[in-house]
C-alpha cells in the first residue's frame, strides 16, 4: 500500500501529497504492450517495477478515456471509460493495484471545461435547439472576438443544422461544457465519484481556470491582442465550483488530491485557487516552464512563490516541463550539463515535485518538420516515445511508434542509463532518496543566499538539518565560499559515491549544480550560511 497518508512533525500533519515525487505518465508514449505503436495502461504497469525503482511516489496518468484523439486524449467521449487503444477499466483496476502494492498512488488526468464533440451530450446537443443536453453547452447567436487556445482560431463554431455557435476555449472539437446548468454540475461529479470508487488517490484537474465564463459575452482587448481566452479566463464562478468539487472529492476520500493546471502563469492569481484551504490543494505554477537558462529570471520565480504562495499558506507545484511544453533539454540549447543541473534544482525547491516523463532521462525533444505534426498545435516535441532500451526500437516491438523518438535514444534509453551510475537517471533517483531521507528538503524553508555573478545559491533547513544549493548558470569555474565545511552530497556532474562524500573545495563548476550539508557536527556548530558571499 501507498505510504503514510499523513507525516507528523512537530506539531503538523502534513498530507502525503506535500512531500510527494509525482512523475507524469503521457500513457500514449510510454511503454507499448501489444505492439500497436501508441502506448497503453499494460504498459505503464509491465513498467511500474522502474518507476518503484526511481522511487516516485504517485502517478499522473494523462487522459485514457475514449476519445477521437483530435486533442490527444483530452477531448473526451466518455468520462467513465478507457479507450480500446490505451485497455480496459479491468486493465486500469489492474494498473492501480499494482501501483498501490508497490506503495505508488494514482492521479487522474479529470478534464471538466469541455468534452469531444462526439460525446453524447453533445451529439444530443447539436441535434436541435430543443434537444435534452443543449444548455449542457453555450450556444449563441453571434460570435465574440475570443481567440481559441491551441489554433488561435474562434473560440465559436457555426453548428450549420441549428444556426447557432457553440463556444470552445480549445479546438473546435472540444465544446465547453455549461457550468451554470446544474446537471452539468452533477454529472461531472458523478464522474469524479466513478474515479474516487475505483480507488484513484486524485486528480489532475485540467484548464481549470476557465471553468467560469465571462456570462456578458463581450469581446476583450486582450483577444484584439491575439491572446487566447484560455489565458486569461479567470472567473470568480470558477471558485464556486471548486469548493464543492472539493467538499465531494474529500468526503468520498479524505486523502486524495486535487492538482489544477491553473495556466495563468501569474503568481498573484494562482494562489487564488487554494482558497481557503477549501479549493485545490495544489496549483501548477507555469512559469518555471518558460524560464530561460538564467539565474536573475529564475531567482524571481522562486522569490515570487515564496512572497506569494508562503504567506497565504499555499503549497508551491514545481515542474519543469510537460507535454504541452518543450523538454528542459531543447529549452537549454541542448546541454545535458543545464539539464542536469536544472533536475537538482527541481528536487532541491519548496514543494510538491511534478517530472515529466522522459525528463529523468535528460530526453530532448523530437524534431518534426511541421507537415509530421500530429497535434494540431505542434505540441509534439516532448511527447516521443521512451527508449527502453538500447537497440532500436527501444522496447517499441510491432508497429513504428506513433511519433519517433528523440535524438540519441540508444544512449539515453532506461537500459544504458542503467547500467550507468553517472547518468542523469541515476542522478534523478539519487535526488529522490536524498529528499526523500531529509525533512529540511521536504518540508523546511527556503532561503536565498546572497551569491552573485551567475550562481544561484540558497539554503534549505528545518530544525538542525541544512542544505545549501548552489547552481552556476555560468559556462566558467565560480568561487563560492561559505563559512565552515561542507561536503557534496549531490554533484549534477559527477556520480561521487554515496559512502565517501567529498568536501566542499569553494568552488562551482561551469553549469553545475551542488548540493551540499555541513560536513561534521563540528562543522555545523560553526557553519552560518548567512555569511556566504561570492568571491
Ligand atoms: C491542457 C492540456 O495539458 C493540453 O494538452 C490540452 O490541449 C488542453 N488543456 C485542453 O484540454
Not at 483530435?70 to 467521449?77: L, M, N, P, W
Not at 536544472?342 to 528536487?347: D, E, Q, W
Request: charged share 25%; hydrophobic share 35%.
Amino acid at each position: 500500500m501507498p505510504s503514510a497518508s499523513t507525516e507528523q512533525l512537530g506539531d503538523r500533519r502534513r498530507p502525503w501529497w506535500m512531500s510527494a515525487v509525482c512523475y507524469e505518465v503521457y500513457v500514449r508514449s510510454f511503454a507499448d504492450s501489444d505492439g500497436s505503436g501508441e502506448g497503453d495502461l499494460a504498459g505503464v504497469r509491465e513498467h511500474l517495477d522502474h518507476l518503484e525503482w526511481l522511487g516516485v511516489d504517485a502517478l499522473w496518468l494523462c487522459p485514457f478515456y475514449p476519445s477521437p484523439m483530435v486533442d490527444s486524449g483530452y477531448d473526451v467521449a466518455d468520462f467513465c471509460d478507457v479507450d480500446p487503444r490505451f485497455g480496459s477499466l479491468q486493465e486500469f483496476d489492474r494498473l492501480l493495484a499494482d501501483a498501490h502494492a508497490r506503495g505508488i498512488r494514482v492521479l487522474v488526468d479529470w478534464v471538466p471545461n469541455h468534452s469531444s464533440d462526439q460525446h453524447p451530450w453533445f451529439l444530443d446537443a447539436r441535434s436541435g435547439r430543443d434537444a435534452e443536453h443543449r444548455d449542457w453547452y453555450y450556444w449563441r447567436d453571434e460570435p465574440t472576438n475570443w481567440r481559441s487556445a491551441i489554433d488561435l482560431g474562434s473560440t465559436w463554431t457555426l453548428d450549420e443544422d441549428t444556426e447557432q455557435y457553440y463556444l470552445h476555449f480549445f479546438l473546435p472539437q472540444q465544446p465547453d461544457l455549461n457550468w451554470t446548468n446544474p446537471r452539468v454540475v452533477e454529472a461531472m461529479h458523478d464522474t469524479l465519484r466513478f474515479w474516487l470508487a475505483r480507488g484513484v488517490d486524485g486528480f489532475r484537474i485540467d484548464s481549470v481556470q476557465c471553468l467560469g465564463k465571462d456570462l456578458t459575452f463581450s469581446d476583450n482587448d486582450r483577444s484584439l491582442a491575439g491572446e487566447p481566452i484560455n489565458s486569461f479566463n479567470d472567473q470568480p464562478e470558477t471558485h464556486e465550483l471548486l469548493r464543492d468539487i472539493r467538499a465531494l472529492v474529500e468526503r468520498e476520500n479524505p486523502e486524495a488530491v486535487l492538482v489544477g493546471e491553473v495556466n495563468l502563469r501569474r503568481e498573484a492569481s494562482i494562489v487564488q485557487y487554494y482558497g481557503h484551504g477549501d479549493e485545490l490543494n495544489l496549483t501548477f505554477n507555469f512559469p518555471p516552464l518558460d524560464a530561460p537558462w538564467d539565474p536573475i529570471v529564475w531567482r524571481s520565480i522562486i522569490a515570487e512563490i515564496e512572497h506569494r504562495l508562503g504567506p497565504a499558506d499555499a503549497w508551491p507545484v514545481w515542474t519543469l516541463a510537460n507535454h504541452d511544453n518543450s523538454r528542459v533539454r531543447t529549452r537549454y540549447g541542448g546541454s545535458l550539463d543545464r539539464a542536469r543541473a536544472a533536475i537538482v534544482l527541481l528536487f532541491t525547491l519548496r514543494g510538491t515535485v511534478f517530472v515529466y516523463q522522459g525528463e529523468e532521462l535528460g530526453l530532448s525533444d523530437v524534431d518534426l518538420r511541421r507537415s509530421a505534426w500530429r497535434d494540431p498545435g505542434g505540441r509534439d516535441g516532448s511527447r516521443g516515445p521512451i527508449p527502453w532500451t538500447r537497440e532500436a526500437p527501444h522496447g517499441w516491438t510491432g508497429n513504428t511508434p506513433w511519433l519517433p523518438f528523440s535524438p540519441d535514444s540508444g544512449a539515453h534509453s532506461v537500459q544504458a542509463q542503467r547500467d550507468d551510475p553517472d547518468s542523469i537517471l541515476h542522478l534523478t533517483r539519487r535526488l529522490i532518496r536524498l529528499r526523500s531521507g531529509s525533512t529540511a528538503l521536504r518540508y523546511g524553508s527556503w532561503t536565498e543566499l546572497d551569491i552573485t555573478r551567475g550562481v544561484l545559491g540558497f539554503r534549505r533547513e528545518l530544525d538542525d538539518e541544512r542544505f545549501v544549493c548552489l547552481i552556476n548558470f555560468t559556462d566558467s569555474v565560480r568561487d563560492v565560499p561559505l563559512d565552515g565545511q561542507w561536503e557534496v552530497h549531490i554533484d549534477s556532474r559527477a556520480f561521487r559515491g554515496e559512502a565517501a562524500l567529498e568536501p566542499y573545495d569553494g568552488r562551482v563548476r561551469p553549469e553545475q549544480a551542488l548540493v551540499l550539508a555541513p560536513a561534521t557536527a563540528a562543522g555545523r556548530e560553526q557553519t552560518d550560511v548567512h555569511g556566504a558571499r561570492s568571491a
